[in-house]
């Protein structure tokens, strides 16, 4: 079961690395490159739901920052839930 929840951990992290990635290599790289093409594409899919609901305001997009503070919530509820576990 730890094993579980180390590996959902993990896909977490992975997915907030991403997100900064997915947020920063537009600014630095071209839209041709391969990296930014292959975070686009993992990135991407996962933010389309939110982009339809939380459109951007003043020209800039939250959508990644909402998804981001998503995770760690979601996390630090899970976290909790099972520190509650380890108790009883």
Do not use: C, H, W
């Amino acid at each position: 079961m730890r094993f579980l929840f180390e590996f959902i951990f993990s896909l977490f992290q992975g997915m907030r690395i991403f997100l900064v990635l997915g947020t920063l290599l537009p600014i630095f790289l071209p839209a041709n490159n391969q990296l930014r093409g292959g975070i686009e594409r993992i990135v991407e899919p996962v933010l389309r739901p939110f982009r339809k609901i939380i459109k951007p305001i003043g020209g800039f997009d939250f959508t990644p920052l909402v998804l981001f503070l998503l995770i760690n919530g979601v996390e630090s509820l899970i976290r909790r839930y099972l520190l509650l576990l380890a108790i009883k």
